[in-house]
């Protein structure tokens, strides 16, 4: 119950196309929902997040779309470019609890 | 602002060898984590310290693995005896505290136990 299931493992998208990545989660408890993008050889760092309460946020490029009876969510990259070529982390935590789950993560790559 | 940082970059140690890792977070962070990362896989929680305090270490496995955070600021990791198993990346995290407030990650240090 306390996994985040994340699709696809590894993605290809041409450039300028749209790249998708799916979360699932069980756990109706947790309430932050953030996405983190890891370079070779870096640390992840934080992209964007969203909470329950919306059911889409947008910064960019970048967009969290949240469907909160379904239990999931997803980040919509538009017009991909290859700079985008990174992995990505979804990832979800409750309330009090710092601890965050992690998905297992997507490699993206954007092919010129 | 300086990002966290980590060292050694790299470290490969013969097993049953002992280890450490060494971490400076972001001025100002209250809140230290280490990570442990394997390859195409997400970071798994180690060890969360709040200040110089230890606030979660459930999943630190004590038998072989130790870490402290003198003063509240750097923080090292310490492994003895490595084993063959503990070959990944040791990721080093800061934040401001309180919930949701967001991670920043140094660059890793690769340990590769032969």
């Known amino acids: 119950q306390q996994q985040v299931k994340q699709s696809p493992q590894s993605l290809i998208v041409q450039k300028g196309g749209i790249s998708i990545i799916n979360c699932a989660y069980e756990?109706?408890?947790?309430?932050?929902f953030p996405w983190y993008q890891q370079f070779p050889g870096k640390g992840p760092a934080l992209l964007i997040a969203?909470?329950?309460d919306v059911s889409e946020k947008k910064e960019g490029r970048f967009t969290i779309s949240f469907n909160k009876s379904a239990k999931q969510f997803s980040l919509h990259i538009m017009d991909s470019q290859p700079g985008d070529s990174a992995t990505y982390f979804c990832?979800?935590?409750?309330?009090?609890?710092?601890?965050?789950?992690w998905g297992a993560g997507t490699k993206l790559i954007i092919k010129p | 602002e300086a990002g966290v940082v980590q060292s050694p970059r790299y470290k490969i140690i013969e097993k049953k060898q002992p280890v450490a890792f060494w971490c400076n977070p972001i001025?100002?962070?209250?809140?230290l984590y280490w990570y442990l990362q394997n390859l195409g896989q997400g970071p798994e929680l180690l060890i969360r310290?709040?200040?110089?305090?230890?606030?979660?270490d459930s999943q630190l496995p004590k038998d072989r693995f130790s870490a402290e955070r003198l003063k509240g600021v750097d923080s090292t990791l310490k492994i003895q005896p490595a084993e063959l198993g503990d070959s990944a990346v040791y990721l080093c995290?800061?934040?401001?505290?309180?919930?949701?407030?967001?991670?920043?990650f140094g660059n890793g240090t690769r340990l590769t136990v032969t």
């Open positions: 995290a800061s934040s401001l505290g309180g919930i949701n407030s967001p991670l920043h």
């Open positions: 001025s100002g962070h209250n809140t």
């Open positions: 310290y709040e200040n110089e305090e230890a606030v979660d």
């Open positions: 756990n109706t408890a947790f309430d932050y």
């Open positions: 969203i909470r329950p």
């Open positions: 990832a979800a935590s409750k309330g009090s609890n710092y601890q965050l789950i």
